[in-house]
Every structure is written in C-alpha cells, then in structure tokens.
C-alpha cells in the first residue's frame, strides 16, 4: 500500500464548478502538506502549503487537512479552463528531507 | 529568470548505452533534487544534494550516479540503460530542506526512452 493515495482521475466538470481533490495518507507523523498543480509537459509549481491541520485561503483556492483522518483536501472555486492541470499533493515529515508525493489527479475544466 | 534548466529535453537511447542529463539553476539554492515521473507512480527521488560536493541516495538510486562539482550543477548519470528506466526526469531545487514547507523549483523535464 502506497504511504500516500491519490485518484489520478481524469476529473472532467464544467466551467464555474467547484473542484474538489484528495489525497489520503497513513503515516501520522507528516506534518506539511503542499499541493503542486503541473501543466502538460512542465515541471510542478508550488499552489499551495499547510501545516498541521485546519484550512488556507489562497483567492479561489482553498487547502483543507483533517489529520485525525488523515486526509487532505484542496477546493478550487469558480474554476477556469486555464486549471486544467495535473494536481499533485505531497507530504513530508520534520525528521527528514524527502516529501512523499501523491500520483496526481488529472482535472480537466470544460468551457 | 531562468530558475532551473535541465538538458536535453529529449532523448532516446539504446539499451546499454549511457547519457549524462544536465541541471543548472541560478537561484543560489544549497538543495538540488533528481526525480523521476511514471504513469500512475508519482514523483520518486533518485538522488540529492544537501550543497556542493555532496550527493545522497533517495528512494530509487539503483542504476544512476550523480555529481555536483559546482553549486549551481547536478548531473544525473545512467551508465548502462535498460528500457525500465524510460521515464520523465526532473531536476528541482529548494533553498532549504524539503523536511518543512519549503518550496521546490522544478525545471521543465527530460523525456528519456530507452529502447
């Protein structure tokens, strides 16, 4: 069983709909939590990061941890056919460097 | 604002043959990542470096070598290609450990078949 899950999708909606995507995870001890989105043929940016649990607000995008579940969420309001994307979660524990990734969820937004 | 540059962005090789894959980057960033991206995987790391001089194995170093003679360069070697290591690879840097929230930077990839 991988450390971390993720559905890689594809996930298809319309435009103006709001996206939800999930990773889940066992190991208790991650304490970061980042979202990467990755456009077709580039390498991973950064969207956004939490720590611990609770929710971050970044304009339309919202990061969402429940540690007691062990499962992370990441909401995209009134969604654009530029985040289209591939969505990838990544987490990482304070005892040492490597983040552990997430397969990454395909989203396709339809005009 | 070039970040992180990686070279080739293509290449096919034969089983056996060897390739270097080249990463530069220009932010001054201590921390240089080699990762490889599969259909269904996720990102695995292969090898790091915590600065200049210094190289350590990630999740799945078997069958590369790395170096990183200067800060700004890490060189992935494949000295004997075999088609399981057909793969997109990326480089990626960060200013600190990834053990907190620190920010990776990735360069746009290298797409390596080896038939």
């Known amino acids: 069983q991988k450390e971390v899950e993720q559905d890689p999708g594809p996930l298809s909606v319309p435009e103006g709909a709001i996206v939800s995507l999930n990773c889940t995870y066992s190991?208790?001890?991650?304490?970061?939590f980042m979202w990467y989105r990755q456009y077709s043929r580039k390498g991973p940016e950064l969207l956004m990061y939490?720590?611990s649990s609770g929710n971050k607000e970044d304009g339309r995008f919202t990061a969402q941890v429940d540690k007691s579940s062990k499962y992370i969420s990441l909401f995209i309001r009134d969604s654009q056919p530029s985040d289209s994307a591939t969505y990838l979660c990544?987490?990482?524990?304070?005892?040492?460097?490597?983040?552990?990734w997430g397969a990454g969820t395909k989203l396709i937004i339809k005009p | 604002n070039a970040g992180v540059t990686q070279t080739p962005k293509f290449r096919v090789l034969k089983t056996g043959q060897s390739m270097t894959l080249l990463c530069a980057q220009d932010m001054n960033h201590e921390y240089m990542y080699w990762y490889r991206q599969d259909p269904g995987m996720g990102l695995r790391l292969i090898h790091y470096s915590v600065g200049e001089g210094t190289t350590a194995k990630g999740e799945v170093p078997d069958g590369y070598n790395v170096s990183r003679l200067k800060k700004q360069n890490f060189l992935l070697g494949l000295e004997s290609a075999a088609p399981s290591q057909t793969s997109v690879y990326f480089c990626?840097?960060?200013?600190?450990?990834?053990?907190?929230?620190?920010?990776?930077?990735f360069g746009s990839g290298t797409q390596l078949s080896v038939l």
């Open positions: 990626a840097s960060s200013r600190a450990s990834t053990g907190t929230n620190e920010k990776l930077f």
């Open positions: 990544a987490m990482s524990a304070r005892s040492n460097y490597q983040l552990i």
């Open positions: 939490t720590y």
């Open positions: 190991n208790s001890a991650f304490q970061y």
